[in-house]
Protein backbone atom coordinates (compact mmCIF):
# COMPACT_ATOMS: atom_id res chain seq x y z
CA UNK A 1 0.00 0.00 0.00
CA UNK A 2 1.06 3.64 -0.61
CA UNK A 3 0.82 5.36 3.39
CA UNK A 4 0.70 8.67 4.54
CA UNK A 5 3.74 9.41 6.44
CA UNK A 6 5.15 12.93 6.76
CA UNK A 7 7.74 12.66 8.69
CA UNK A 8 9.73 11.31 6.03
CA UNK A 9 9.60 14.15 3.83
CA UNK A 10 12.58 15.16 5.03
CA UNK A 11 14.36 12.40 3.15
CA UNK A 12 13.41 14.05 -0.34
CA UNK A 13 17.09 14.82 -0.68
CA UNK A 14 18.49 11.32 -0.42
CA UNK A 15 15.68 9.93 -2.34
CA UNK A 16 16.54 11.88 -5.39
CA UNK A 17 20.04 11.37 -4.63
CA UNK A 18 19.67 7.33 -4.71
CA UNK A 19 17.24 7.71 -7.73
CA UNK A 20 19.55 9.08 -10.09
CA UNK A 21 22.23 6.16 -8.82
CA UNK A 22 20.16 3.73 -10.20
CA UNK A 23 19.05 5.04 -13.28
CA UNK A 24 22.90 5.37 -14.12
CA UNK A 25 23.79 2.02 -12.57
CA UNK A 26 20.98 0.39 -14.52
CA UNK A 27 20.96 1.95 -18.06
CA UNK A 28 17.34 0.81 -20.83
CA UNK A 29 18.64 -2.54 -22.38
CA UNK A 30 16.75 -3.25 -24.87
CA UNK A 31 13.14 -3.32 -24.29
CA UNK A 32 12.10 0.09 -26.61
CA UNK A 33 12.14 -2.74 -29.62
CA UNK A 34 9.47 -4.54 -27.75
CA UNK A 35 6.22 -4.80 -29.07
CA UNK A 36 2.96 -7.43 -28.61
CA UNK A 37 1.15 -8.81 -31.27
CA UNK A 38 -1.36 -7.22 -33.18
CA UNK A 39 -3.33 -10.19 -33.77
CA UNK A 40 -3.13 -13.66 -32.17
CA UNK A 41 -5.11 -17.21 -32.53
CA UNK A 42 -7.22 -18.37 -30.12
CA UNK A 43 -6.82 -22.25 -30.25
CA UNK A 44 -10.37 -22.93 -28.62
CA UNK A 45 -12.39 -21.85 -31.19
CA UNK A 46 -9.98 -21.12 -34.15
CA UNK A 47 -10.16 -17.66 -35.21
CA UNK A 48 -8.18 -14.95 -34.87
CA UNK A 49 -8.33 -11.44 -33.14
CA UNK A 50 -6.80 -8.59 -34.15
CA UNK A 51 -6.45 -4.46 -33.48
CA UNK A 52 -8.92 -3.20 -31.76
CA UNK A 53 -10.90 -6.18 -30.99
CA UNK A 54 -7.98 -7.70 -29.69
CA UNK A 55 -7.54 -4.92 -27.13
CA UNK A 56 -10.91 -4.90 -26.24
CA UNK A 57 -11.46 -8.32 -25.40
CA UNK A 58 -8.66 -8.69 -23.38
CA UNK A 59 -9.11 -5.23 -21.52
CA UNK A 60 -13.04 -6.28 -21.07
CA UNK A 61 -12.83 -9.72 -19.31
CA UNK A 62 -11.96 -12.00 -22.60
CA UNK A 63 -13.17 -15.17 -22.76
CA UNK A 64 -14.77 -14.98 -19.28
CA UNK A 65 -17.65 -12.05 -20.39
CA UNK A 66 -17.02 -12.15 -23.66
CA UNK A 67 -16.22 -15.70 -24.49
CA UNK A 68 -13.95 -16.95 -27.04
CA UNK A 69 -14.21 -15.60 -31.18
CA UNK A 70 -16.70 -17.53 -33.04
CA UNK A 71 -16.08 -15.93 -36.29
CA UNK A 72 -13.44 -14.02 -37.85
CA UNK A 73 -14.53 -9.87 -38.98
CA UNK A 74 -17.54 -9.94 -41.60
CA UNK A 75 -19.50 -6.95 -42.16
CA UNK A 76 -23.10 -6.78 -40.95
CA UNK A 77 -25.60 -3.47 -42.39
CA UNK A 78 -22.59 -2.02 -43.47
CA UNK A 79 -20.57 -2.54 -39.91
CA UNK A 80 -17.54 -4.41 -39.30
CA UNK A 81 -18.80 -6.78 -36.51
CA UNK A 82 -17.15 -10.12 -34.85
CA UNK A 83 -19.13 -12.53 -32.86
CA UNK A 84 -17.83 -13.94 -29.66
CA UNK A 85 -19.59 -16.84 -27.39
CA UNK A 86 -21.00 -14.39 -25.27
CA UNK A 87 -21.02 -10.92 -27.42
CA UNK A 88 -20.61 -9.23 -30.56
CA UNK A 89 -17.99 -6.27 -31.06
CA UNK A 90 -18.66 -3.79 -33.37
CA UNK A 91 -16.82 -0.85 -35.09
CA UNK A 92 -18.31 2.40 -35.06
CA UNK A 93 -16.54 5.77 -35.93
CA UNK A 94 -16.48 8.54 -33.72
CA UNK A 95 -16.51 12.35 -33.65
CA UNK A 96 -12.38 12.74 -34.29
CA UNK A 97 -12.77 10.03 -37.69
CA UNK A 98 -11.69 6.93 -35.67
CA UNK A 99 -13.40 3.87 -34.89
CA UNK A 100 -14.88 2.70 -31.48
CA UNK A 101 -15.22 -0.76 -30.54
CA UNK A 102 -18.66 -1.22 -29.11
CA UNK A 103 -20.43 -3.83 -27.78
CA UNK A 104 -23.48 -5.20 -29.32
CA UNK A 105 -27.22 -5.10 -27.73
CA UNK A 106 -28.05 -8.72 -28.57
CA UNK A 107 -30.29 -8.51 -25.42
CA UNK A 108 -32.52 -6.23 -27.03
CA UNK A 109 -32.02 -7.37 -30.37
CA UNK A 110 -33.57 -10.87 -29.41
CA UNK A 111 -36.19 -9.86 -27.68
CA UNK A 112 -37.31 -7.66 -30.87
CA UNK A 113 -36.94 -10.41 -32.73
CA UNK A 114 -39.15 -12.80 -30.65
CA UNK A 115 -41.79 -9.90 -30.45
CA UNK A 116 -41.54 -9.13 -26.97
CA UNK A 117 -42.91 -5.50 -26.16
CA UNK A 118 -40.66 -3.13 -24.00
CA UNK A 119 -42.49 -0.19 -24.41
CA UNK A 120 -46.04 -1.78 -22.70
CA UNK A 121 -48.26 -0.34 -19.82
CA UNK A 122 -46.19 1.10 -17.32
CA UNK A 123 -46.58 -1.79 -14.28
CA UNK A 124 -48.25 -0.39 -10.86
CA UNK A 125 -45.83 0.98 -8.80
CA UNK A 126 -47.09 -0.62 -5.95
CA UNK A 127 -46.86 -4.32 -7.91
CA UNK A 128 -43.80 -5.20 -6.12
CA UNK A 129 -41.19 -8.14 -8.28
CA UNK A 130 -41.35 -11.47 -6.80
CA UNK A 131 -37.44 -12.29 -6.39
CA UNK A 132 -37.69 -15.87 -8.29
CA UNK A 133 -34.58 -17.35 -6.35
CA UNK A 134 -36.06 -16.68 -2.91
CA UNK A 135 -39.40 -17.26 -4.17
CA UNK A 136 -39.32 -20.31 -6.22
CA UNK A 137 -42.98 -21.24 -5.27
CA UNK A 138 -44.19 -17.83 -7.03
CA UNK A 139 -45.06 -16.73 -9.88
CA UNK A 140 -44.26 -13.13 -10.91
CA UNK A 141 -46.07 -10.17 -9.75
CA UNK A 142 -46.26 -8.30 -13.28
CA UNK A 143 -45.35 -8.36 -16.69
CA UNK A 144 -41.59 -8.36 -15.99
CA UNK A 145 -41.02 -6.77 -19.00
CA UNK A 146 -43.08 -4.14 -18.50
CA UNK A 147 -41.32 -0.77 -17.05
CA UNK A 148 -42.02 0.35 -13.62
CA UNK A 149 -43.10 3.84 -12.80
CA UNK A 150 -41.14 3.61 -9.84
CA UNK A 151 -38.71 1.50 -7.64
CA UNK A 152 -41.49 -0.52 -5.67
CA UNK A 153 -38.58 -0.71 -2.98
CA UNK A 154 -37.78 2.88 -1.91
CA UNK A 155 -34.34 4.16 -2.07
CA UNK A 156 -31.84 2.02 -3.67
CA UNK A 157 -29.66 0.10 -1.32
CA UNK A 158 -27.77 -2.92 -0.96
CA UNK A 159 -29.82 -5.57 -2.15
CA UNK A 160 -31.82 -3.45 -4.59
CA UNK A 161 -31.32 -0.32 -7.56
CA UNK A 162 -33.80 0.95 -9.51
CA UNK A 163 -33.05 2.32 -13.12
CA UNK A 164 -35.54 5.17 -14.14
CA UNK A 165 -33.87 5.04 -18.07
CA UNK A 166 -35.78 1.42 -18.76
CA UNK A 167 -38.04 1.43 -15.47
CA UNK A 168 -36.13 -1.91 -14.07
CA UNK A 169 -34.41 -2.75 -10.47
CA UNK A 170 -31.92 -5.07 -10.24
CA UNK A 171 -31.76 -7.18 -6.98
CA UNK A 172 -29.23 -9.53 -4.96
CA UNK A 173 -27.18 -11.59 -6.92
CA UNK A 174 -27.97 -9.87 -10.05
CA UNK A 175 -27.22 -6.66 -8.77
CA UNK A 176 -24.07 -7.83 -7.30
CA UNK A 177 -22.83 -9.44 -10.40
CA UNK A 178 -23.80 -6.58 -12.78
CA UNK A 179 -22.23 -4.15 -10.71
CA UNK A 180 -18.89 -6.58 -10.23
CA UNK A 181 -18.28 -7.10 -13.65
CA UNK A 182 -18.99 -4.11 -15.78
CA UNK A 183 -22.42 -2.75 -14.88
CA UNK A 184 -23.61 -0.91 -17.69
CA UNK A 185 -20.71 -0.91 -19.80
CA UNK A 186 -20.75 -4.60 -20.36
CA UNK A 187 -24.13 -5.10 -19.95
CA UNK A 188 -26.01 -1.68 -20.51
CA UNK A 189 -29.77 -1.31 -18.36
CA UNK A 190 -32.28 -4.16 -16.98
CA UNK A 191 -35.01 -4.42 -19.82
CA UNK A 192 -37.35 -7.30 -17.79
CA UNK A 193 -37.19 -7.89 -14.04
CA UNK A 194 -36.48 -11.73 -12.96
CA UNK A 195 -38.15 -14.21 -14.49
CA UNK A 196 -38.15 -18.08 -14.74
CA UNK A 197 -36.93 -19.35 -18.22
CA UNK A 198 -35.74 -22.39 -19.98
CA UNK A 199 -32.05 -22.29 -20.25
CA UNK A 200 -30.19 -22.58 -23.66
CA UNK A 201 -27.39 -24.02 -21.73
CA UNK A 202 -29.07 -27.23 -20.05
CA UNK A 203 -32.22 -27.02 -21.03
CA UNK A 204 -33.84 -26.08 -17.21
CA UNK A 205 -35.70 -23.69 -15.69
CA UNK A 206 -33.72 -20.77 -13.72
CA UNK A 207 -34.35 -17.64 -12.69
CA UNK A 208 -33.01 -14.69 -15.55
CA UNK A 209 -33.02 -11.11 -16.06
CA UNK A 210 -32.75 -9.50 -19.78
CA UNK A 211 -30.60 -6.55 -20.29
CA UNK A 212 -29.62 -4.30 -23.19
CA UNK A 213 -26.28 -6.32 -24.05
CA UNK A 214 -26.72 -9.69 -22.20
CA UNK A 215 -29.14 -12.15 -20.63
CA UNK A 216 -28.55 -13.69 -16.78
CA UNK A 217 -29.07 -16.52 -15.14
CA UNK A 218 -28.97 -17.66 -11.62
CA UNK A 219 -27.45 -21.12 -10.81
CA UNK A 220 -28.07 -21.67 -7.43
CA UNK A 221 -25.59 -24.75 -7.68
CA UNK A 222 -23.20 -22.87 -8.48
CA UNK A 223 -20.28 -20.71 -6.16
CA UNK A 224 -18.87 -18.46 -8.45
CA UNK A 225 -19.82 -14.99 -9.52
CA UNK A 226 -22.73 -14.79 -7.39
CA UNK A 227 -24.30 -17.85 -8.61
CA UNK A 228 -24.73 -15.92 -11.86
CA UNK A 229 -24.16 -17.33 -15.22
CA UNK A 230 -23.89 -15.31 -18.44
CA UNK A 231 -26.21 -16.67 -21.72
CA UNK A 232 -24.16 -17.25 -25.09
CA UNK A 233 -26.08 -14.60 -26.51
CA UNK A 234 -23.35 -14.24 -28.95
CA UNK A 235 -23.35 -17.73 -30.15
CA UNK A 236 -27.10 -17.83 -30.21
CA UNK A 237 -27.21 -14.53 -32.61
CA UNK A 238 -24.28 -15.84 -34.77
CA UNK A 239 -26.70 -18.64 -35.38
CA UNK A 240 -30.26 -17.19 -36.13
CA UNK A 241 -28.15 -14.58 -38.62
CA UNK A 242 -26.51 -17.52 -40.48
CA UNK A 243 -22.79 -16.50 -39.73
CA UNK A 244 -20.03 -18.25 -40.36
CA UNK A 245 -18.67 -20.04 -37.59
CA UNK A 246 -16.40 -22.56 -38.92
CA UNK A 247 -12.29 -22.49 -37.76
CA UNK A 248 -10.12 -21.21 -39.93
CA UNK A 249 -6.33 -21.93 -40.59
CA UNK A 250 -4.16 -19.93 -38.50
CA UNK A 251 -1.56 -18.26 -39.98
CA UNK A 252 1.72 -18.59 -41.01
CA UNK A 253 3.19 -15.80 -38.77
CA UNK A 254 0.02 -15.54 -36.21
CA UNK A 255 0.84 -16.89 -32.58
CA UNK A 256 -1.60 -18.87 -30.79
CA UNK A 257 -3.20 -16.47 -28.05
CA UNK A 258 -1.19 -16.08 -24.40
CA UNK A 259 -1.49 -13.63 -22.02
CA UNK A 260 2.32 -13.78 -21.66
CA UNK A 261 2.74 -12.37 -25.31
CA UNK A 262 1.24 -8.69 -24.28
CA UNK A 263 4.04 -8.97 -21.05
CA UNK A 264 6.97 -6.57 -21.77
CA UNK A 265 10.57 -8.13 -21.36
CA UNK A 266 12.08 -7.55 -17.86
CA UNK A 267 15.02 -5.57 -17.84
CA UNK A 268 18.36 -7.85 -18.86
CA UNK A 269 19.95 -9.28 -15.72
CA UNK A 270 23.44 -8.46 -17.73
CA UNK A 271 22.51 -4.66 -16.94
CA UNK A 272 23.51 -5.20 -13.67
CA UNK A 273 27.43 -5.05 -12.47
CA UNK A 274 28.14 -8.25 -11.26
CA UNK A 275 27.47 -9.10 -7.85
CA UNK A 276 25.13 -5.97 -7.76
CA UNK A 277 22.25 -6.73 -5.63
CA UNK A 278 18.73 -5.58 -7.73
CA UNK A 279 15.03 -5.89 -7.36
CA UNK A 280 12.84 -6.43 -10.33
CA UNK A 281 9.15 -6.06 -9.97
CA UNK A 282 6.73 -7.41 -13.10
CA UNK A 283 3.54 -5.86 -12.47
CA UNK A 284 1.67 -7.46 -15.52
CA UNK A 285 2.79 -11.06 -14.19
CA UNK A 286 2.94 -9.79 -10.09
CA UNK A 287 6.11 -10.93 -9.57
CA UNK A 288 9.09 -9.95 -7.80
CA UNK A 289 12.02 -10.85 -8.23
CA UNK A 290 15.36 -10.40 -6.26
CA UNK A 291 18.69 -10.16 -8.28
CA UNK A 292 22.46 -10.23 -7.11
CA UNK A 293 23.99 -9.10 -10.70
CA UNK A 294 22.33 -11.88 -12.99
CA UNK A 295 21.73 -14.37 -10.37
CA UNK A 296 18.17 -15.13 -9.11
CA UNK A 297 18.28 -15.09 -5.44
CA UNK A 298 14.52 -14.83 -4.69
CA UNK A 299 11.32 -15.10 -6.51
CA UNK A 300 7.41 -15.04 -6.05
CA UNK A 301 4.08 -13.56 -6.64
CA UNK A 302 3.41 -10.53 -5.08
CA UNK A 303 0.27 -8.22 -4.63
CA UNK A 304 0.46 -4.65 -6.03
CA UNK A 305 -1.72 -1.67 -6.57
CA UNK A 306 -5.14 -2.07 -7.77
CA UNK A 307 -6.88 -0.03 -9.94
CA UNK A 308 -6.93 3.82 -9.31
CA UNK A 309 -3.87 2.99 -6.99
CA UNK A 310 -1.53 1.82 -9.16
CA UNK A 311 2.30 1.22 -8.25
CA UNK A 312 4.69 3.87 -9.99
CA UNK A 313 6.64 2.39 -12.26
CA UNK A 314 10.42 3.42 -12.92
CA UNK A 315 13.88 3.02 -11.51
CA UNK A 316 13.98 3.50 -7.90
CA UNK A 317 16.01 3.19 -4.86
CA UNK A 318 15.27 1.62 -1.62
CA UNK A 319 15.27 4.77 1.35
CA UNK A 320 14.58 3.81 3.88
CA UNK A 321 13.82 0.36 6.04
CA UNK A 322 11.92 -0.13 9.19
CA UNK A 323 10.96 -3.44 11.09
CA UNK A 324 7.73 -2.43 11.24
CA UNK A 325 5.94 0.65 10.74
CA UNK A 326 1.90 1.89 11.55
CA UNK A 327 0.64 2.64 8.19
CA UNK A 328 -2.31 4.89 7.73
CA UNK A 329 -3.93 6.57 4.45
CA UNK A 330 -7.14 8.52 3.47
CA UNK A 331 -9.72 10.55 5.29
CA UNK A 332 -11.49 9.18 8.37
CA UNK A 333 -15.27 8.40 8.08
CA UNK A 334 -14.83 7.93 4.35
CA UNK A 335 -14.44 4.23 2.94
CA UNK A 336 -10.97 4.60 1.82
CA UNK A 337 -9.69 5.36 5.17
CA UNK A 338 -7.39 2.59 6.71
CA UNK A 339 -5.02 1.87 9.19
CA UNK A 340 -2.62 -0.66 9.37
CA UNK A 341 -0.41 -1.56 12.55
CA UNK A 342 2.71 -3.04 12.77
CA UNK A 343 3.10 -3.61 9.28
CA UNK A 344 6.40 -5.66 9.21
CA UNK A 345 9.76 -5.31 7.37
CA UNK A 346 9.21 -2.16 5.39
CA UNK A 347 11.52 -0.96 2.92
CA UNK A 348 10.57 3.01 1.52
CA UNK A 349 11.51 3.13 -2.42
CA UNK A 350 9.50 5.92 -3.78
CA UNK A 351 8.01 9.23 -2.11
CA UNK A 352 4.68 9.28 -1.24
CA UNK A 353 4.84 6.06 1.06
CA UNK A 354 5.72 3.28 -1.54
CA UNK A 355 7.03 0.49 0.02
CA UNK A 356 7.71 -3.30 -0.30
CA UNK A 357 6.40 -4.67 2.98
CA UNK A 358 5.03 -7.67 4.68
CA UNK A 359 1.04 -8.59 4.07
CA UNK A 360 0.03 -10.55 6.79
CA UNK A 361 -3.87 -9.44 6.09
CA UNK A 362 -3.95 -10.41 1.98
CA UNK A 363 -3.80 -14.16 0.96
CA UNK A 364 -4.31 -13.50 -2.74
CA UNK A 365 -0.67 -12.86 -3.56
CA UNK A 366 -0.85 -12.67 -7.44
CA UNK A 367 -3.12 -10.01 -7.67
CA UNK A 368 -3.79 -6.39 -7.57
CA UNK A 369 -4.93 -5.45 -3.94
CA UNK A 370 -3.01 -2.93 -2.67
CA UNK A 371 -3.10 1.37 -2.50
CA UNK A 372 0.28 1.32 -4.06
CA UNK A 373 2.64 -0.67 -2.31
CA UNK A 374 4.22 -4.05 -3.36
CA UNK A 375 3.25 -6.96 -0.74
CA UNK A 376 4.52 -10.17 -0.16
CA UNK A 377 4.75 -12.89 2.30
CA UNK A 378 5.84 -11.90 5.57
CA UNK A 379 8.43 -14.90 5.91
CA UNK A 380 9.51 -13.93 2.14
CA UNK A 381 9.62 -9.85 3.14
CA UNK A 382 11.80 -10.24 6.35
CA UNK A 383 14.16 -12.40 4.13
CA UNK A 384 13.99 -9.65 1.65
CA UNK A 385 14.71 -6.70 4.27
CA UNK A 386 17.39 -8.91 5.88
CA UNK A 387 19.36 -9.40 2.02
CA UNK A 388 18.84 -5.76 0.70
CA UNK A 389 20.89 -2.72 1.82
CA UNK A 390 19.94 0.80 1.71
CA UNK A 391 20.34 2.05 -1.77
CA UNK A 392 19.23 -1.34 -3.26
CA UNK A 393 17.89 -0.54 -6.78
CA UNK A 394 14.38 -1.64 -7.38
CA UNK A 395 13.16 -1.82 -11.40
CA UNK A 396 9.40 -1.87 -11.72
CA UNK A 397 7.53 -2.14 -14.84
CA UNK A 398 4.57 -3.83 -16.61
Same mark, same amino acid.
Given at each position: ???????????????????????????????????????????????????????????? +???????????????????????????????????? +?????????????????????????????????????????????????????????????????????? +?????????????????????????????????????????????????????????????????????????????????????????????????????????????????????????????????????????????????????????????????????? +??????????????????????????????????????????????????????????????????
Amino acid at each position: MAWQRTRRMGLVGVLATLLLAAMALFPATGSAAWAPPNEVYVTQTGHTLQGGFLSFWRDN +GAATFLGDPISERITENGVTVQYFEKARLELHPNQS +GDDDVVLGRLGAEMLAAEGVDLTGDVAAASATPQLLHYQDDLQPALNTFAPLAMSPFGADNTDHRFFSAT +GHTLNFAFKLAWEHDGAIDQFGYPLSEERQELSPLDGKVYTTQWFERARLEYHPETANNYSVVITPLGAMTAKAHGVDTAAVAQGANVPSYAEALFTPPAPTPQAAPSGVKWIDVNLSRQYLTAYQGNTVIWSGYISSGRDGYETPTGTFSIFEKLQTDDMTGGVK +GTPEYYFQPAVPWVMYFAGGGYAIHGNYWNPNFGTETSHGCVGVPVGSAEFLYNWAPLGTTVVIHY
